[in-house]
């Protein structure tokens, strides 16, 4: 399958969504809003769950499944109130002692005039920073779409996941086209370019392992009791140092390299 074909299946309108994977991986959820800030972004969905009988926090991006619903929740593009909600969430869970798990799928940020007058950058920022330092346990399953910082600002984990159709890069393969090469329409060449597909980020050591979809729902599950199997025996402190060495040991030389030599091939 071309780098294309899994982004197109990311995308796809019929994907599970966030709503789903909290149907039919936990149990008693109970939706948390607002960022005691601002107003509620629905864009973010997050809140208290069981899983296998375990208190839990569940934090992710929300698309709609039909056009109104897409609309109300600004398509997965949260926006600073989003952020913040989810970081308040997260910090509600580390003094309960929650693990928290977060499931990623957006095309990005809000890139809207009113996003960056509220605070975008300093939300997803400070997420960053936030998570880097959370004494709790962290995973990450990244189930269509991971874009830009926004993928990010919930996704700074100890464990990382995609499902084999996900996608996970710095921005659009139409963006990345545009930017390169001034042509948008060049995006199926763009995608082979970025490396955004799961096998390619593992490869890379960007995330821990590939999660099949077919019996998507007990493979979620599985995973999700594995790496917490193994996080289980960690100390507060021993979590968020190893999470941060985890994303300051990607190797920089060897990314800018890697892709001064890919463009030499454009």
């Not at 002692?97 to 950058?121: H, K, N």
Request: with cysteine; aromatic share 8%.
């Amino acid at each position: 399958m071309k780098a294309i074909d899994r982004v197109l299946a990311a995308r796809d309108k019929d994907r599970p969504k966030i709503t789903d994977y909290i149907d039919n991986v936990f149990t008693d959820f109970f939706e948390q809003k607002g960022d005691l800030l601002g107003k509620e972004d629905a864009s973010i969905y997050g809140g208290i769950a069981l899983f296998q009988g375990r208190p839990v926090t569940v934090i992710g991006h929300r698309k709609g499944k039909d056009v109104n619903e897409n609309v109300t929740c600004n398509f997965g593009m949260p926006g600073p109130e989003g952020y913040r909600k989810a970081l308040r969430i997260m910090k509600q869970a580390e003094k309960f002692g929650r693990p928290i798990i977060t499931f990623v799928d957006t095309p990005g940020a809000y890139p809207g005039l009113e996003a960056e007058a509220f605070g975008i950058s300093q939300a997803i920022s400070g997420n960053l920073a936030a998570m880097s330092s959370l004494k709790v346990p962290i995973i990450t399953i990244v189930t269509g779409e991971g874009s830009s910082g926004g993928a990010l600002g919930i996704a700074v984990a100890n464990r990382v996941y995609m499902l084999e159709n996900a996608v996970y890069s710095v921005l659009s393969p139409e963006g990345f086209a545009s930017i390169l090469w001034n042509d948008s329409n060049r995006r199926d060449e763009a995608a082979e370019v970025m490396k955004l597909t799961a096998n390619d980020l593992l490869g890379f050591g960007v995330i821990d392992g590939i999660i099949p979809e077919r019996g998507l729902y007990i493979r979620v599950s599985n995973i999700i009791a594995g790496a917490l199997k193994e996080l289980d025996g960690m100390s507060g402190e021993d979590l968020a140092h190893e999470r941060f060495e985890k994303f300051r040991s990607f190797d920089e030389e060897f990314f800018k390299n890697d892709s001064s030599a890919r463009m030499e091939k454009v």
